[in-house]
């Protein structure tokens, strides 16, 4: 692939920007909305920000690690960065689209990359009733969470919940209980990537919980429904030697 445009954003701390500084001596200012593809300088969070940004524009966003664990990132380096993206290879992904109805009947749409999670809002423990398909799979979990992730997002959130990691192109969501009591064994399920899942809080006003998609937040919900989405596809790039599928198995035989 060959970028003529490039576009360079930093997250703004203190890494991120000098590596900005030195970049742009280099490779001349241009906007992102006018850019062939877009380098994020920042850790994983930030790479997050800009694929929710440009993800409907269908720009390749490259990332350079200036953060902490940098899963979508790769390897920072001042040099050479026009050959790495002619190299680079393409993942595209399909993220989960989260739409949540509160208490009080509003409606709410959002995308997540990673993951949607269910979390308790109070004091007591959430009760949530899923749904798959339209068929009730578990009429009710008592826990303090529950999360659905993508083959990308099993990694994260998911894999601290002791949810499966899923390799890219499995077709395949990790629905993944949090510190779940009853029943207590229970420890998620594996669902097709077109599955269409409902949760219903149960008591939701004396039991609040919030959702989240990735890190758009939505309080005090009584129903969320999440299908994969199919309006669109962000496209990371990687290089060769850092691919992302490859990590991800890697991540499965970490002591």
Known sequence: MKFDKIAIVADDHPPAVNALETLQRTYPRVAPEDADVIVALGGDGFMLTIAHRFMRQKKPIYGMNLGTVGFLMNEYRPNGLSDRLARAESITLRPLQMIATTTDGTEHSALAINEVSLLRAGRYAAKIRISIDGILR???????????????????????????????????????????????????????????????????KIRPVNAVADFTEVRDVARVVVRESDEVEPVFLFDPEHNLEERILKEQFIP
């Open 138 to 204: 578990l009429d009710e979990l008592i826990c303090d969470g529950v999360l659905i992730a993508t083959p990308a997002g099993s990694t994260a959130y998911n894999l601290s919940a002791y949810g499966p990691i899923l390799p890219l192109g499995a077709g395949m969501l990790a629905l993944t209980p949090i510190s779940a009591f009853r029943p207590r064994r229970w420890r998620g399920a594996l669902l097709p990537q077109n599955a269409v899942v409902s949760f219903d809080v149960i008591d939701a």
